[in-house]
């Protein structure tokens, strides 16, 4: 069996072989000359320029198409994969380096078809497995926006892959697993509100790229979808979105989920790493009536399987005393000896989704890195936690994780040394 | 309904109130978790638990350099550069990423506002050629090198300059050397034309370790505040300075 199972290495390589001939001879540049003249009508109406502005940044389009420090939209950057670095496109209107060329088919086309204006298939680290829900009427209203920005002439930055991944071609072969094209269907059974927020948070919030667990092809398995998952490169842990038993956000209500997306913080907890990015720079300015809607769909998530019990749960007693020592001298003061935290301040850690995600992660790197909550609108002035990476050896940041992780009603895995070592050393960004 | 009458309007009201809001943190003292003070200082641990609740810097001879009584501008615009990759320390970039300019500023000033006494720093054993070495570099500049002395800058008694120019008395001698390498290497940047970073390239290596040593030898004037605004004439073009300066 074994034998039969090593087939499929150079199975894909033949795949991937005939997909990159296939694709070099299909290849031909596409578009029209001239703007279909309804869109062009729709791309002068400032109502549509308005609503393009509000579904650009409820696309979070800036995060990933802006560099610190550079001009929002214009790219140059390159984006972190385990595949090597891709270089994200300046969507600004420059004629040269950005879409001052395009016409709406082009941009409808990437968008929804995950095509370049050159026909040639564009990595998926550009979400369009998500973006391809996105509507039509949408996506006139997003491209009318973006041509509106100042244009901004930057030349992208080089691509990074390493071999295979580099070959376009290859593309094909993963299209063909992974990427299946079509505007969000509404469910008929279901609320208007729960059809919108569905639409939301499967399409332009993309946010199953993070939340789901990726394969060795980088790919989602779509009957994962939000159950949590490894953010590729970035070691961080986007936990399970289920608020049903056994879910990472099992004990939350609706309005939890829409205070932590407006203000960066609920009851249950706060936004940190790159979730306090996204709060900052996307889901802060979406309306309540969004909001709600998203929380009314993330409600109707499935209860999960519960975590299988195994002995690897049980740390030795001296990792936690000594773990239960360090909680008390550092973080019981603001967490609560009882892990409650202070409602609104300080986040509990009793049942927290980054607490009990599966790998600990999130948890060993809030220890290290401290850090506040996001400043946003509705909570400007953000508490914080100090950083004790200073403080605390690998040793000792292992033994409180473990120690937090098995506290009061949490039932995880404890956390090793060697694990806080690799994340010590993590870049930030 | 006498929730309509202005407190102030009925002294006995006012008593009363003061009493019921007592109270009321008293049952939330019994509950056992005290209440979290709102304060600028409550909410900023993950900066106060290096730099000092004060801003005065890690003591006995750590790396945190001091804050306190720094030019809030200054301190505000360093902020600003992490977050924008032109200063480069993770610890430093994550924890500021995502505070907003407003949040920024209110921390600047509660740290320029702190006047607290300087600890005299570990200052590392070098032959006294080094310490002359690094004293004329800070006092006179090397004309050969093209290097402006630090004081044309950094205020005659090396405690800054309003707005924007930071005191260089009573930091670590680490702390320095390392930001000059930085200059160096380009993890540490400010706007262009950077002058800061044109004077660390005009140094070699061994005036770097002369001028963090004697930097850090030296005693903090009875006086830590930064000098006036306008009050200097940088000898080279400074971004950060918006064009003030007029050398080369």
């Not at chain 1, 608020?243 to 203000?263: E, N, P, R, Y």
């Not at chain 1, 998203?294 to 019990?309: F, G, I, T, W």
């Not at chain 2, 009493?19 to 304060?39: E, F, I, K, S, Y």
């Amino acid at each position: 069996m074994k034998s039969l199972r090593l087939l499929w290495v150079p199975t894909v390589f033949a795949i991937m072989v005939i997909a990159a001939w296939w694709w070099h001879h299909q290849r031909s540049s596409v578009g029209p000359k001239a703007e279909d003249p309804a869109v062009a009508a729709a791309m002068k109406d400032a109502k549509v320029i308005a609503r393009g502005r509000y579904l650009t940044l409820a696309g979070d389009c800036v995060s990933c198409h802006s560099v610190a420090g550079g001009q929002p939209y214009a790219g140059g950057r390159a984006l972190l994969t385990p595949f090597g670095n891709i270089p994200v496109p300046n969507i600004t209107p420059d004629p040269e380096t950005g879409l001052g060329n395009w016409r709406f088919e082009n941009f409808w086309r990437a968008l929804h078809t995950g095509m370049g204006i050159g026909g040639e298939p564009l990595y998926p680290a550009f979400s369009y497995t998500s973006f391809t829900k996105i509507t039509r009427e949408d996506a006139v209203a997003i491209f009318a926006y973006l041509q509106t920005l100042p244009p901004v002439h930057q030349p992208p930055e080089p691509l990074g892959l390493r071999f295979p991944y580099n070959v376009r071609g290859a593309l094909t072969a993963w299209r063909a697993m992974y990427f299946k094209s079509g505007t969000y269907q509404p469910d008929p059974k279901q609320s208007a509100a729960w059809n919108r927020g569905a639409y939301l948070v499967q399409g332009l919030g993309h946010c199953n790229e993070c939340h789901a667990a990726r394969d060795t092809w980088g790919g989602i398995d779509t009957r994962a979808s939000l159950a949590g998952g490894e953010i590729p490169a970035q070691n961080w842990y986007a936990p399970d979105l289920s608020m049903q038993a056994h879910g990472g956000l099992h004990g939350w209500t609706g309005q939890d989920i829409v205070d932590l997306l407006k203000t960066g913080q609920s009851s249950k907890g706060v936004a940190f790493g790159p979730m306090a990015d996204v709060v900052a720079s996307s889901t802060q300015y979406l309306s309540d009536a969004d909001l709600h809607a998203m929380a009314d769909y993330l409600q109707s998530l499935p209860a999960r399987q519960p975590q299988v019990d195994d002995a690897l749960r049980v740390s030795s007693k001296a990792v936690a005393d000594r773990g239960a020592a360090i909680y008390g001298q550092g973080c019981a003061a603001c967490h609560g000896t009882d892990g409650q935290g202070v409602p609104g301040v300080y986040p509990p850690l009793d049942g927290n989704a980054s607490v009990l995600e599966p790998i600990g992660v999130n948890a060993t790197r809030a220890v290290l890195l401290g850090g506040f909550a996001p400043s946003t609108a509705a909570n400007p002035r953000p508490y914080s936690m100090p950083p004790y990476a200073q403080q605390l050896s690998d040793a000792d940041v292992a033994a409180v994780v473990t120690y937090i992780r098995q506290a009061w009603s949490n039932r995880v895995t404890p956390v090793l040394e060697r694990d806080v070592i690799k994340y010590r050393h993590t870049p930030v960004d | 309904m006498t929730t309509n009458v202005p407190a102030s309007a009925c002294p006995v009201l006012r008593w009363l109130l003061s009493l019921a809001c007592l109270l009321g943190a008293g049952a939330v003292h019994a509950t056992g978790q005290p209440p979290v003070p709102d304060t600028l200082q409550q909410r900023i641990a993950a900066c106060t638990t290096c730099h000092g609740l004060h801003g005065e810097g890690s003591q006995d001879g750590g790396f945190f350099p001091r804050l306190a009584g720094k030019p809030a501008a200054y301190l505000a615009l360093q902020v600003q550069n992490f977050q924008r990759g032109l200063r480069k320390y993770a610890p430093m970039e994550y924890t500021v990423r995502q505070l907003s300019p407003a949040y920024v500023h209110e921390i600047a000033v509660y740290f320029a506002a702190q006047q607290v006494p300087y600890q005299r720093k570990p200052v590392p054993d070098l032959a006294p050629a080094v310490f002359q070495r690094g004293g004329q570099l800070v006092q006179a500049g090397d004309p050969a090198l093209k290097v402006p002395p630090c004081q044309a800058c950094h205020g005659k008694t090396l405690t800054g300059t309003e707005p924007s120019v930071p005191g260089l008395a009573g930091l670590p001698y680490d702390y320095i050397s390392s930001q000059l390498g930085s200059w160096r290497t380009g993890t540490r940047a400010s706007a262009a034309p950077d002058c800061m970073a044109e004077i660390a390239n005009r140094l070699a290596p061994s005036d770097i370790t002369a001028v963090a040593a004697w930097l850090a030898s030296q005693q903090v004037p009875p006086d830590a505040h930064p000098q006036p605004a306008g009050s200097i004439t940088p000898p080279l073009h400074c971004g950060v300075l918006e064009g003030q300066g007029g050398g080369t």
